[in-house]
């Protein structure tokens, strides 16, 4: 799996787990809505991680908690 489609995945698990909306997370984080959309939809190739930091403190969450995942043990990520 690429790196943004993992971040994608994982974006949507917190937000399921927190019963919020990409408008919800959009108020809390500041982060434009066209941006998370295009996170979620992994419209990007690459993100800044300034923005996803922005996203946890919208989640309420630790950087290392987003990144604490199946998803980003290296043996699922592509090279």
Do not use: W
Request: charged share 25%; net charge negative.
């Amino acid at each position: 799996m690429k790196l943004n489609e993992a971040l994608s995945k994982r974006l949507q698990e917190l937000l399921q787990q927190r019963g919020m909306t990409q408008y919800q997370l959009y108020i809390k984080s500041g982060v434009p809505k066209s941006t998370i959309g295009n996170v979620i939809h992994c419209t990007y190739d690459s993100i800044k991680l300034r923005i996803i930091h922005e996203m946890c403190q919208g989640l309420g969450i630790g950087i290392n908690e987003f990144f604490d995942s199946p998803l980003f043990d290296e043996e699922n990520l592509e090279p």
